[in-house]
């Protein structure tokens, strides 16, 4: 993808001070990487009568397609040849927006330090895009950039191919705009405009994607003639965040009229008191949704298998009900920072029989571990290899066989609803897979049914309409005649024998 912005200048005013604006020096050719590839900046001329800069970004195709798999995020459902073999890398679209916004991040907030009056004021420009996907051809091209300024729009069609005019034109247009126009509103036009006339976005489109646009579009998307085409087009069709920018667009449009400031008519709330409730962590969503299905299955010695930090160690011991809770993990220091967090050096006798820490992999039986109400593998499982699931599912569900057991495991349908998250990325760099529902149920299922158990599924965290819960929860709970066979005798030890049992190392 390739796009060039010239001026032009004087020895008073040279043209080279649109390095400054961009802050990228016309001495320089510099590279950035983004998350599809690299883009390059560099000036193909700089001198005081006329200086151009360069962008050329160069998209990995490889890379734009494993990072855009899963819905939402711009990768095609089938893995066919035409995702490798496609116009992503050339054409300009959203790919190019970003890669601006990332290399003149200063530009597009109209800040430059070293000459601020020079970046107030218009300048004589020249913009050019060799390939942009229009869908809507060049009436709309000219439709889009026309109000907006710019003393010349031209807008040339690209034939499908010059040998054969009778073939017509294909939807990509040659763009060239030249106009007097301040650089920052040059760049917040292109940022919006490129991928409008693409009608496709290569990331989902979240609801940050809403103050994004009406960022950009200050000053000249309230009074567009084509403002409804331009939000439906940059928010991919989301009818919500569609409606809810041409809101407030409304709202500028009207502030601007009577010319007032957009918070004196939007006055409706009292701002100065707080109503709105400030979202719950997923992890605290996450642990009260194991304690209410741990009390569910009346569950009163628990193991945390995987307690990490010790997190929900903490939470279960608050509540009486929970008389003996083992933590298990892997990681020593793990297991150092849970004790810090409870505070076992200074907890009362009582509390600390209730609680033992433990050094164990999961992937191996533990006779210790037998007889218990309920287990916990909260956000474990996807830590582990997939070919060692099944010795963690023998540990667990084979020898230890708790008449309850917890999984929790990141929901990876969900993923395209994190903003920060890059398009193909897990959520943490450690997990070694993410499940779709879909794919977690059958594992599920079959585990349960191999080893005498029954399980349900529940949701944690908002159950999005489209992609489902950010976490989902597996409830496995042991069939009544494998309980008998398996409890019977075990949870009717001694008292002695579980007063041994508390007596355990701690961890320190």
């Given at each position: 993808?390739?796009?060039?912005?010239?001026?032009?200048?004087?020895?008073?005013?040279?043209?080279?001070?649109?390095?400054?604006?961009?802050?990228?020096?016309?001495?320089?050719?510099?590279?950035?990487?983004?998350?599809?590839?690299?883009?390059?900046v560099?000036?193909?001329?700089?001198?005081?009568?006329?200086?151009?800069?360069?962008?050329?970004?160069?998209?990995?195709?490889?890379?734009?397609?494993?990072?855009?798999k899963?819905?939402?995020?711009?990768?095609?459902?089938?893995?066919a040849?035409?995702?490798y073999?496609?116009?992503r890398?050339?054409?300009?679209?959203?790919?190019?927006?970003v890669?601006?916004?990332?290399?003149?991040?200063?530009?597009?907030?109209?800040?430059?330090?070293?000459?601020?009056?020079?970046?107030?004021?218009?300048?004589?420009?020249?913009v050019?895009?060799?390939a942009?996907?229009?869908?809507?051809?060049?009436?709309?091209?000219?439709?889009?950039?026309?109000?907006?300024?710019?003393?010349r729009?031209?807008?040339?069609?690209?034939?499908?191919?010059?040998r054969?005019?009778?073939?017509?034109?294909?939807?990509?247009?040659?763009?060239?705009?030249?106009?007097e126009?301040?650089?920052?509103?040059?760049?917040?036009?292109?940022?919006?405009?490129?991928?409008?006339?693409?009608?496709?976005?290569?990331?989902?489109?979240?609801?940050?994607?809403v103050d994004k646009?009406?960022?950009?579009?200050?000053?000249?998307l309230?009074?567009?003639?084509?403002?409804?085409?331009?939000?439906?087009?940059?928010?991919?069709?989301?009818?919500?965040?569609?409606?809810?920018?041409?809101?407030?667009?409304?709202?500028?449009?009207?502030?601007?009229?009577?010319?007032?400031?957009?918070?004196?008519?939007?006055?409706?709330?009292?701002?100065?008191?707080?109503t709105?409730?400030?979202?719950?962590?997923?992890?605290?969503?996450?642990?009260?949704?194991?304690?209410?299905?741990?009390?569910?299955?009346?569950?009163?010695?628990?193991?945390?298998?995987?307690?990490?930090?010790g997190?929900?160690?903490?939470?279960?011991?608050?509540d009486?009900?929970?008389?003996?809770?083992?933590?298990?993990?892997?990681?020593?220091?793990?297991?150092?920072?849970?004790?810090?967090?409870l505070?076992?050096?200074?907890?009362?006798?009582?509390?600390?029989?209730?609680?033992?820490?433990?050094?164990?992999?999961?992937?191996?039986?533990?006779?210790?571990?037998?007889?218990?109400?309920?287990?916990?593998?909260?956000?474990?499982?996807?830590?582990?290899?997939?070919?060692?699931?099944?010795?963690?599912?023998?540990?667990?569900?084979?020898?230890?066989?708790?008449?309850?057991?917890?999984?929790?495991?990141?929901?990876?349908?969900?993923?395209?609803r994190?903003?920060?998250?890059?398009?193909?990325?897990?959520?943490?760099?450690?997990?070694?897979?993410?499940?779709?529902?879909?794919?977690?149920?059958?594992?599920?299922?079959?585990?349960?049914?191999?080893?005498?158990?029954?399980?349900?599924?529940?949701?944690?965290?908002?159950?999005?309409?489209?992609?489902?819960?950010?976490?989902?929860m597996?409830?496995?709970?042991?069939?009544?005649?494998?309980?008998?066979?398996?409890?019977?005798?075990?949870?009717?030890?001694?008292?002695?024998?579980?007063?041994?049992?508390?007596?355990?190392?701690?961890?320190?």
């Amino acid at each position: 993808m390739f796009l060039t912005i010239s001026t032009t200048g004087s020895p008073e005013r040279p043209a080279t001070d649109l390095g400054f604006l961009l802050h990228k020096h016309p001495g320089k050719a510099q590279a950035f990487s983004t998350s599809h590839g690299t883009a390059h900046v560099f000036y193909p001329e700089a001198s005081e009568e006329r200086c151009t800069a360069a962008l050329l970004l160069e998209v990995d195709p490889v890379a734009l397609v494993r990072r855009g798999k899963g819905k939402g995020r711009g990768g095609a459902p089938d893995a066919a040849l035409a995702q490798y073999v496609n116009d992503r890398p050339y054409a300009a679209s959203s790919l190019l927006s970003v890669a601006m916004a990332a290399v003149f991040k200063s530009a597009l907030n109209g800040v430059c330090r070293a000459l601020p009056d020079r970046a107030r004021e218009p300048l004589p420009l020249r913009v050019e895009v060799p390939a942009l996907p229009a869908r809507g051809g060049v009436e709309l091209v000219r439709g889009l950039f026309g109000p907006l300024g710019w003393a010349r729009v031209d807008a040339v069609a690209v034939p499908l191919d010059e040998r054969f005019p009778r073939w017509g034109d294909s939807r990509y247009v040659r763009l060239v705009l030249e106009g007097e126009m301040r650089l920052v509103d040059a760049l917040r036009q292109l940022y919006v405009l490129l991928p409008v006339l693409d009608d496709a976005k290569h990331y989902w489109v979240a609801p940050d994607e809403v103050d994004k646009l009406l960022r950009a579009g200050e000053g000249w998307l309230a009074g567009h003639p084509e403002q409804k085409l331009i939000t439906s087009r940059y928010l991919s069709r989301r009818w919500g965040l569609t409606r809810q920018a041409m809101e407030r667009l409304e709202l500028v449009r009207l502030a601007e009229s009577d010319d007032l400031e957009v918070e004196s008519v939007d006055n409706a709330v009292d701002e100065t008191t707080d109503t709105e409730e400030k979202p719950v962590p997923l992890a605290e969503r996450r642990r009260e949704a194991i304690l209410t299905a741990l009390r569910t299955a009346g569950a009163a010695r628990v193991l945390d298998l995987g307690c990490g930090q010790g997190q929900l160690v903490q939470a279960l011991l608050k509540d009486a009900r929970f008389t003996e809770i083992v933590g298990v993990d892997v990681s020593m220091r793990a297991l150092t920072v849970a004790a810090r967090r409870l505070k076992l050096d200074r907890m009362g006798e009582r509390q600390a029989g209730r609680v033992t820490l433990r050094q164990g992999s999961l992937t191996y039986t533990d006779r210790q571990l037998k007889g218990y109400d309920a287990a916990v593998l909260s956000e474990v499982i996807e830590h582990l290899d997939l070919e060692r699931l099944p010795a963690l599912e023998y540990a667990v569900f084979g020898a230890a066989r708790p008449r309850t057991v917890l999984v929790t495991t990141p929901n990876v349908e969900y993923n395209v609803r994190w903003e920060t998250l890059p398009a193909g990325h897990v959520r943490h760099g450690d997990h070694r897979f993410e499940w779709t529902r879909a794919e977690f149920g059958a594992w599920a299922r079959q585990v349960a049914g191999r080893h005498g158990y029954e399980v349900d599924f529940l949701p944690v965290g908002p159950d999005d309409p489209e992609v489902g819960p950010p976490t989902q929860m597996a409830v496995f709970t042991m069939a009544a005649a494998d309980t008998e066979k398996t409890h019977g005798k075990t949870h009717g030890r001694t008292d002695r024998e579980s007063g041994e049992k508390t007596k355990e190392a701690k961890a320190a």
